[in-house]
């Protein structure tokens, strides 16, 4: 969500969840299956690595084959409950066949300190390894938002980025997310940030993916092209709510807004050529607390796109943006009637292969 234009969404982070116990058998075996996923064969047309990367505009993955992005989000502080069973449960069973999720942390915003806590490398790494095992991608992200990082707090982010490389440099399912949302009228601001991130990164010794958000996460205006032009394996992270077509109603004009979104990112060139866009965030509603009457038409515009997706959000802290209704627990049963659509759209996705939600019409 642009916050620019929407209130803030307060509480999120102030929910208690605790991680269950797993058996230690259980906790020898993940590292085992994690190694075990590397190992599986190539399909034809590309060559397998040991990481994802980007070639010819689209995402590679590990074996070889295009990635397609079908996930959703969840903040660093429910993170331990969501996938507090065994075979990353409740998440999984709540979204059969979801392959990715985007994971944001807070330096200070709401009064939190996720960076030392539930954001930690420690905290994160039985969970991330745990999701690895499941073949789930997980991108890390500063949710911190509108104003642009800088000074003393940047330099603390960098620090957690950092420590998060060295934590999960050898895990290919580790990408990294430059700040939520940074104020559009910053652009300066903005190339600086992220080209500190994205160097503190690879300078660390990690060239996995890292995903960008543009101005407020959906404009390039005042970005310069040359900022981007070195850089390798990146991806657009593009956000689209209703307030960014007027909140029309119109399916045509929905698509449209997105596709000029996603558009203006994708003339902006990285040393890999086009830079493959992901919709990180997207929803049904614009300020966290009211649904927006056409957001079945924004979920389908972002569903029928061609582009991977991460709806918002698992439990986004108000009364709407909600994939369940509380208390938040999983199962199909406790889905919203959005949760309900992308969960279809995510199990019909892994199924069919499609890119996108292209089947969702």
């Not at 407020?216 to 689209?240: C, E, Q, R």
């Not at 077509?245 to 060139?269: F, H, P, W």
Request: hydrophobic share 40%.
């Amino acid at each position: 969500m642009n916050k620019q234009f929407a209130p803030i969404r307060l509480g999120c982070n102030f929910r208690k969840h605790v991680r269950a116990k797993q058996p230690v058998f259980a906790a020898l075996l993940l590292p085992l299956m994690f190694a075990m996923t590397l190992m599986l064969g190539q399909k034809a047309g590309h060559a397998a690595t040991s990481y994802f990367h980007v070639k010819n505009g689209q995402i590679i993955d590990p074996d070889g084959n295009v990635f397609h992005a079908r996930g959703i989000n969840v903040y660093s502080s429910q993170l331990s409950s969501v996938v507090a069973g065994p075979s990353c449960n409740p998440l999984v069973r709540t979204f059969p066949g979801i392959n990715m999720i985007r994971v944001e942390a807070f330096a200070a915003h709401y009064g939190q300190h996720d960076l030392n806590s539930n954001a930690s490398a420690s905290a994160l790494k039985p969970l991330i390894q745990k999701l690895s095992s499941c073949r789930v991608v997980v991108e890390i992200e500063i949710h911190d938002y509108p104003k642009v990082l800088s000074g003393p707090k940047l330099s603390r982010v960098l620090k957690w980025y950092k420590s998060l490389v060295s934590a999960f440099k050898n895990n290919p399912y580790v990408w990294f997310g430059t700040q939520n949302e940074p104020n559009s009228k910053n652009p300066s601001g903005i190339m600086k940030e992220q080209k500190a991130i994205y160097n503190t990164i690879r300078n660390a010794g990690d060239n996995t993916i890292v995903m960008i958000d543009t101005g407020g996460a959906y404009t390039t205006k005042g970005l310069n092209p040359s900022v981007y032009a070195g850089m390798k394996n990146i991806v657009w992270d593009a956000h689209f709510y209703n307030w960014m077509s007027k909140y029309s109603s119109n399916l045509a004009t929905n698509r449209e807004v997105l596709a000029n979104e996603i558009k203006g990112m994708q003339a902006i060139r990285s040393a890999d050529g086009i830079i493959p866009v992901i919709v990180g965030e997207f929803g049904d509603s614009t300020n966290g607390d009211r649904v927006d009457p056409a957001w079945r038409q924004v979920v389908r515009a972002v569903l029928t796109s061609g582009h991977g997706y991460l709806a918002f959000a698992w439990n986004g802290g108000g009364k709407a943006d909600r994939l369940l209704n509380p208390p938040y627990h999983g199962g199909q049963s406790d889905l919203t009637a959005y949760g309900r659509i992308i969960a279809r759209a995510i199990a019909s996705g892994a199924k069919s292969g499609a890119p996108d939600g292209s089947h969702y019409q």
